[in-house]
Nanobody, 115 residues
Framework: QVQLEESGGGLVQPGGSLRLSCAAS????????LGWYRQAPGKQRELVAR???????TYADSVKGRFTISRDNAKSTGYLQMRSLEPEDTAVYYC?????????WGKGTLVTVSS
C-alpha cells in the first residue's frame, strides 16, 4: 500500500523559509516522479513543483527562483525548500506520486505566511 506523509508546515512571516518533507512507503520511491501541489482556500489544487526519477525538475512560474524540490532516494523522502515566502503561498501543501496508473496523495501540511 502506497503511503505519503507530509511534514514541516507551520506559520512563518513573509520573507521567511520552510522546508517540507514527504516520506513515502510502499513504493519503489527512486523510480517514480514526485510532485508537490498546493491548495489555497477557495482555490483549485495546483502544481507547485515536480521531480522525476532522473531528477529533472519543473516549477510553477509563481515559485521559480524561490522554491527548490529535491529527493533523497535512500530515505524515500522528497523535499520542498521554500524561501522568500509570501502571503500568497499560504495553502495546504500535498505531495503526490503515481504508480500503475493510480495517483496517490498525502494528507497535506498547512503553510501559513502571515505577519
Amino acid at each position: 500500500q502506497v503511503q505519503l506523509e507530509e511534514s514541516g508546515g507551520g506559520l512563518v512571516q513573509p520573507g521567511g523559509s520552510l522546508r517540507l518533507s514527504c516520506a513515502a512507503s510502499g513504493i519503489s520511491f527512486s523510480t517514480h516522479t514526485l510532485g508537490w501541489y498546493r491548495q489555497a482556500p477557495g482555490k483549485q489544487r495546483e502544481l507547485v513543483a515536480r521531480i522525476t526519477s532522473d531528477e529533472r525538475t519543473t516549477y510553477a512560474d509563481s515559485v521559480k527562483g524561490r522554491f527548490t524540490i529535491s529527493r533523497d532516494n535512500a530515505k524515500s523522502t522528497g523535499y520542498l525548500q521554500m524561501r522568500s515566502l509570501e502571503p500568497e503561498d499560504t495553502a495546504v501543501y500535498y505531495c503526490n506520486t503515481q504508480r500503475c496508473g493510480m495517483t496517490y496523495w498525502g494528507k497535506g501540511t498547512l503553510v501559513t505566511v502571515s505577519s
